[in-house]
């Protein structure tokens, strides 16, 4: 096993048990997040993506790794997010959330693992047909979202993290 594995491993680990300590792993707090009732699933997010940021950011910046980017393809990202966000709201588990669960003891979390195979396989086998619609639907190239908004990367980060720590202020306010 290479190092990088190994990190991925440790990394991996470490991170789905702060998903089950938070609770995130929970359907029942997953579907309270989307139905606005509580937003601790959404507060991890928010914090983990911020966190991850600034880490990105910070090994760029000093040569540790080079950014680089998937194609910004809209039509992969309105239908793969279409059929995420339903798929989310169905059953109350993401992908990585499901893997959790099902580690965690939860069998629920099997079907929609079992979903998830499916339809990557079900994409394997459509990827033409995909590849001549969906895929061929406004491709930007490799850009992030710093290069689409005309902001500088550190910028457009300082500025994320501003607006998810006045989100969760907000959040903290309602009581949510």
Not at 64 to 85: C, D, E, R
Not at 105 to 132: C, E, Q, T
Request: aromatic share 10%.
């Amino acid at each position: 096993m290479s190092t990088a594995q190994i990190l991925g491993l440790i990394t991996g680990t470490v991170f789905g048990f702060i998903l089950q300590r938070g609770g995130v792993l929970r359907v029942e707090n997953q579907l309270n997040m989307l139905l606005l009732k509580d937003m601790t699933v959404m507060r991890f997010m928010l914090s983990s993506i911020m966190v991850g940021m600034v880490g990105i950011i910070v090994l760029a910046q000093f040569g540790v790794i080079t950014l680089s980017y998937k194609p910004m393809n809209v039509g992969a990202i309105l239908v793969g997010g279409a059929l995420f966000g339903v798929g989310w709201s169905v059953t109350g588990l993401c992908p990585g959330t499901s893997i959790g669960a099902l580690g965690e003891g939860r069998l629920h979390a099997l079907p929609v693992i079992a979903g998830m195979l499916a339809g990557a396989m079900l994409f394997a086998h459509s990827y033409d047909f995909v590849k001549n619609t969906v895929l061929s639907w406004k491709n930007y190239g490799p850009i992030g979202l710093p290069e689409v908004t005309g902001i500088p990367a550190f910028t457009f980060v300082v500025a994320f993290i501003v607006c998810g720590m006045l989100l969760l202020r907000f959040l903290d306010k309602k009581g949510l």
